[in-house]
């Protein structure tokens, strides 16, 4: 279900668009949008961390979470946009002490 961007009113299905049953507007489909988001979220986990690796961890900046792994307070972070610039970035970690990674949001 889709709702125009102009006026509201719930939009229906035309060939590959969405229509607005009072102001005519125009839209792709909501499958167009959601595959698009797929394509962005195509960079791993990994690949984010791995870019990382060489460059001097010392110079990332740490934030104060807990590790699952061995329970140290400490973690390096880089922040990157994975999904629509509307949505919250998505945070990386990498516990100082063990190495063990994960991922955060907001
Ligand atoms: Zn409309
Ligand atoms: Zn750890």
């Known amino acids: 279900m889709q709702f125009c961007e102009e006026c509201g009113s719930l939009m229906h299905a035309d ?27 195509s960079q791993t986990f ?15 900046p740490t934030a104060e979470v807990t ?12 922040i990157k946009q994975t999904g629509a610039a509307d949505e919250p970035p998505t945070r990386f970690f990498k516990c100082t002490e063990c190495g063990y990674r994960w991922r955060g949001y907001g």
Request: charged share 35%; aromatic share 6%.
């Open 15 to 41: 060939g590959d668009e969405m229509v607005c049953s009072s102001c005519e507007a125009r839209l792709a489909k909501d499958e167009d949008v959601a595959a698009q988001y797929v394509s962005t979220e």
């Open 67 to 78: 590790c699952e792994e061995c329970g140290n307070d400490r973690a390096w972070y880089t």
């Open 46 to 60: 990994d690949d984010v961390i791995e870019t990382t690796e060489d460059a001097a961890e010392e110079g990332l």
